[in-house]
Nanobody, 127 residues
Framework: QVQLVESGGGLVQAGGSLKLSCQAS????????MAWFRQAPGKEREFVAA????????YYAASAKGRFTMSRDNAKNTVYLQMNSLKPEDTAVYYC????????????????????WGQGTQVTVSS
């Protein structure tokens, strides 16, 4: 499987921005659709955004739409999550994940569809 390492988390005030990165290694990066999930204390892991193998197509959770932008750079084996207008409720551990290609990103919004996970990076948004 592909190995994933996230970075870029931190502490930010409400209304601020952060950009997360996820570096992949080990297998052909373009074999995978990629996604970001997040998990807050006491809550289930939830889908945030996904991008297809080429980077042309993206899909967002309602909570992320309009504020977050996911992208990928296949030359660098890296995906990104640009997060703007952050809110305290965005506080969570953010995970990068890889899935075998799907005919539609909307079909791969649950954790069990993903075969590889990073270790997570903490994002804390203060009010």
């Amino acid at each position: 499987q592909v190995q994933l390492v996230e970075s870029g988390g931190g502490l930010v005030q409400a209304g601020g921005s952060l950009k997360l990165s996820c570096q992949a290694s080990g297998r052909t990066f373009t074999n995978y659709a990629m996604a970001w999930f997040r998990q807050a204390p006491g809550k289930e892991r939830e889908f945030v955004a996904a991008v297809n193998w080429s980077g042309v197509n993206t899909y967002y959770a309602a909570s992320a739409k309009g504020r977050f932008t996911m992208s990928r750079d296949n030359a660098k084996n890296t995906v990104y999550l640009q997060m703007n207008s952050l809110k305290p409720e965005d506080t969570a551990v953010y995970y990068c994940a890889a899935a075998v290609h799907s005919p539609a990103l909307a079909l791969i919004t649950t954790p069990e569809r993903y075969v590889s996970w990073g270790q997570g990076t903490q994002v804390t948004v203060s009010s």
